[in-house]
């Protein structure tokens, strides 16, 4: 199969593309990047392109299945506006083309507490991706939403960091689906679950992720 790759640059992005090259069922991982990673593998086709002209090149992302890293923050963002368009008009635009060249399974890492009429900006930007990727008839539509992720990030995030810090503390006192979550962990669940034959609508949080 040929795995499209949404967000390969980031923290589970970065581990899903580890898991896709190293199994056998991908034959072929595409990955839409700003700048060529420092990455070489025989999988692996880099596809540079100008984030605000994906329609020009929509050829060049025909997969079978994708995989969708896509996210920052507002503070990395700068605003509200831009934030958006990263973590749902690129996404979601990316959903359509890709259907349309013939992919049937989208696999998403959303966030928990997502929500369309959430009180948080943050997270009701991504319960509208959820909404309107539900919409578009996949054959297969995986939605991932993790508690706070834990792992190495290029980029320094101040809140994650102290999170982080009282994670194990935070960790026992909260209820499983509360509970932080290793981004590997993640990464490794949307490989496997885009592989079981899966169909219509599948949501885990991260209680869940951690038992695929």
Do not use: W
């Not at 966030?111 to 008839?137: D, H, I, P, Q």
């Amino acid at each position: 199969m040929t795995a499209l790759l949404l967000g390969a640059s980031g923290l589970t992005g970065g581990l899903c593309l580890q898991e896709l090259m190293e199994d056998p069922t991908f034959d072929k991982v595409i990955t839409p990047l700003r700048k060529e990673m420092v990455l070489a593998h025989p999988k692996l086709e880099q596809v540079i392109i100008n984030f605000d002209k994906i329609v020009d090149n929509q050829d060049k992302f025909r997969a079978d299945v994708v995989f969708c890293c896509l996210g920052t923050t507002i503070r990395k963002a700068g605003s509200k506006e831009i934030f958006k368009k990263i973590d749902y008009e690129y996404p979601l635009l990316f959903a359509q083309l890709a259907l349309k060249q013939g992919a049937t399974t989208f696999v998403l890492v959303s966030a928990m507490g997502a929500a369309t009429n959430s009180l948080f900006f943050y997270s009701r930007v991504k319960g509208e991706l959820e909404s309107e990727l539900k919409k578009l008839g996949y054959q297969t539509l995986i939605i991932l939403q993790p508690s706070l992720l834990l792992g190495d990030r290029k980029e320094q995030r101040l809140g994650e960091d102290v999170a982080k810090i009282f994670s194990p503390i935070f960790n026992f006192f909260t209820p499983k689906k509360y509970k932080a979550i290793h981004a590997e962990q993640v990464a490794k669940a949307m490989v496997k679950l885009a592989k079981q034959g899966l169909n219509g609508l599948i949501v885990k949080e991260s209680d869940e992720i951690k038992e695929v």
